[in-house]
């Protein structure tokens, strides 16, 4: 089993919809979360931390629930900007990052 | 250009080649890490430094590679006798190392990548 498991997509959205992605991980001392965003070709650049609380940046909302060791990202009223592979992170106990395989996000038009 | 540089961008070598690759990190930032990309994959966690010290390497390195960070600043990862499954994308990344109460300072920076093809 994977360390960090997403769904690999495509989600294939209209401009405007709401999307939202999920991921699981597996090691439950797990401390920082967080979501990078690649586009194709490119590096991951970070597009959000995840906290407990919940945190929201813009149109971007992402969630944690450590008791079910899930973290999901909404994104609202989605651009044709937004089409991306988005990466789920965990961070393990020595800052090394352990990445899912990424979800593909494809917005139409 | 402050951010993380990597070169090459590309590479193509043939099979048993060796092949250097050079990281630059943020000039202010003492962790320094190189990952491992396929196609269709998130990237992999090969080995990182803490200033010069070499902390931790994966499973993934076998011996035929090396990395080193010699000054604590620029690192390098040498693949010997590449062979055609070494082919992917090296990412290196940098981060501030703080108290884990300052994620923001944790977070990692990675480079444009050097991207292997072995023929």
């Known amino acids: 089993r994977k360390e960090v498991e997403q769904d690999p997509g495509p989600f294939n959205v209209p401009e405007g919809a709401t999307v939202a992605f999920n991921c699981t991980y597996s090691?439950?001392?797990?401390?920082?979360f967080f979501w990078y965003r690649q586009d194709c070709r490119k590096e991951p650049k970070l597009l959000m931390s995840?906290?407990?609380s919940g945190n929201e940046d813009g149109r971007f909302t992402a969630q944690l629930n450590r008791a079910s060791q899930y973290i999901s990202l909404l994104i609202r009223d989605s651009k044709l900007s937004d089409s991306a592979t988005y990466l789920c992170?965990?961070?393990?106990?020595?800052?090394?990052?352990?990445f899912g395989s990424g979800t593909r996000l494809l917005v139409r038009p | 250009d402050t951010g993380v540089s990597q070169d090459p961008r590309h590479k193509i070598t043939k099979r048993g080649q060796n092949v250097t690759f050079r990281c630059d990190p943020i000039?202010?930032?003492?962790?320094l890490y190189w990952y491992r990309q396929t196609l269709g994959q998130g990237p992999e966690f090969l080995t990182y430094?803490?200033?010069?010290?070499?902390?931790?390497k994966s499973r993934l390195l076998s011996d035929r590679f090396s990395a080193e960070r010699p000054k604590g600043s620029f690192s390098t990862l040498e693949i010997q006798r590449t062979e055609q499954g070494d082919s992917a994308m090296y990412l290196c990344?940098?981060?501030?190392?703080?108290?884990?109460?300052?994620?923001?300072?944790?977070?990692?920076?990675f480079g444009a990548g050097t991207r292997l093809s072995v023929l």
């Open positions: 990344a940098s981060s501030l190392a703080r108290d884990r109460g300052q994620i923001a300072k944790n977070i990692q920076y």
């Open positions: 090691n439950s001392a797990s401390q920082s």
């Open positions: 430094f803490q200033n010069e010290a070499q902390l931790e």
């Open positions: 995840v906290y407990s």
């Open positions: 000039s202010e930032h003492n962790r």
């Open positions: 992170v965990v961070m393990d106990s020595s800052y090394k990052l352990i």
